[in-house]
């Protein structure tokens, strides 16, 4: 899934404070483009009605690039992954396209599907393992974060990739306030030490996954720098498996308290657990709003968005939450509509040149992961309370650290 979210450095800190299931948080409500800022102190618009923030997200007059040119004013507090200049994600027009033609065939829906059967062999791998350990479990660390690390560590011929070194590297990469930017720099120094390790043995050693075929389009293109290639895999390497971690352990936080009467559907046939998991992702957000305000971009000219005339050089966030809940196109809730066809697109994923390459692989892990659930595990249960749930705090994302399960 997309890593492009705003690093804006708030958030609610390490503390412990109760913190609500994210499918609770109440989003704005949609109006025209306000202006309000960032911690570092930089004013923001926040555009959040649907078709306004498709607006923002496929215009051409508002970019990536331009967050980070020499005027560009302070975005966060502390470093994250998100702000390399010349990463993938941080350039515009022909620039990004060039770097995004190397990795984007790996990502279609055709060459996703071939790796359908795969991914369900490892669902039902996993599920083994955890039925075998026998109730109760932390579904967390026997399902919902071994299941995508899996899968990126296949398809990047990363296999026996170090659990817990990953998982500090994602976190720092990630971090909001949870970590110093001195502790942030010094993490990211050893992943990108790790990504350029890697791609030194595929060049030794080349292969047929992801990490060879990007050498490969890299070697074609002739004009792609050594710290692009190495952004490119470290980031994969997140985005693969950090965003739909958080995903299916929020949906399950919904699935098994407020949304129970749903579980036995989701085991029914994988067409509904497919129309489950788009409205899960429209539904529930990746993370808190003070700290996801939205996807930013800046203004390269004076552009009017829903009848404001926002100037240039204005930093402007896509409200992605609060579209994907405008009551002008979504009226039910979860409860009535987790098997309903989407009213209009949702904007999980972005949309425009910046769409999110692991879309599709995304759905695939999480509407297989759901329904095998489902599906093997019929009585499936939490243990405790949602006020009682541990959460991953101080970071970007916001999923559940452990989640007792029990059947």
Wanted: aromatic content about 4%; some cysteine.
């Amino acid at each position: 899934m997309s890593a492009e979210n705003s690093a804006t450095g708030a958030g609610p800190g390490t503390t412990d404070a109760p913190l609500i299931p994210l499918h609770c948080l109440r989003h704005l409500e949609p109006g025209p483009p306000r202006l309000a800022a960032l911690p570092t102190g930089t004013p923001v618009w926040l555009v959040s009605r649907h078709t306004d923030v498709r607006q923002v997200l496929t215009d051409p007059r508002l970019g990536r690039a331009a967050l980070y040119a020499p005027d560009a004013p302070p975005l966060a507090l502390t470093p994250n992954i998100l702000d390399d200049p010349q990463s993938l994600l941080n350039l515009d027009g022909t620039d990004h396209q060039r770097l995004r033609r190397t990795v984007q065939r790996a990502f279609t829906p055709r060459a996703i599907a071939r790796w359908r059967p795969w991914v369900a062999s490892v669902i039902e791998g996993l599920l083994d393992e955890l039925i075998d350990q026998g109730s109760a479990v932390d579904i967390v660390s026997a399902y919902t974060r071994p299941l995508p690390v899996a899968v990126i560590s296949r398809l990047m011929g990363l296999d026996g990739l170090d659990g817990k070194r990953l998982a500090h590297w994602s976190d720092h990469a990630l971090s909001a306030t949870a970590y110093s930017a001195e502790a942030i720099r010094t993490a990211m120094g050893e992943f990108a030490a790790f990504g350029a390790e890697v791609i030194a043995e595929r060049r030794a050693a080349p292969g047929e996954d992801l990490v060879s075929s990007l050498l490969t389009a890299a070697d074609e293109s002739g004009d792609i720098t050594e710290p692009q290639l190495v952004s490119l895999v470290i980031g994969l390497v997140v985005a693969g498996h950090e965003t739909t971690m958080t995903t299916l352990g929020n949906a399950l936080v919904y699935l098994l308290g407020d949304g129970r009467e749903a579980w036995h559907r989701l085991a029914a046939d994988e067409q509904s657990a497919a129309a489950a998991t788009e409205q899960l992702l429209r539904a529930v957000p990746l993370g808190d709003s003070d700290v996801l305000p939205g996807l930013l971009r800046r203004t390269v000219e004076d552009v009017e968005i829903g009848g404001v005339v926002i100037p240039k050089g204005s930093v402007v966030a896509a409200d992605t939450g609060t579209a994907n809940h405008d009551p002008e196109l979504f009226t039910g809730d979860l409860i009535t509509e987790l098997f309903s066809p989407l009213a209009a697109p949702m904007y999980t994923f972005g949309a425009g040149p910046h769409h999110c390459l692991g879309a599709w692989l995304a759905r695939m892990e999480l509407e297989l992961g759901l329904h095998r659930l489902a599906r093997r595990l019929p009585s499936l249960r939490l243990t405790e309370p949602p006020g009682g749930i541990d959460w991953r705090r101080g970071l970007l994302t916001r999923s559940p650290n452990t989640l007792q399960v029990a059947w």
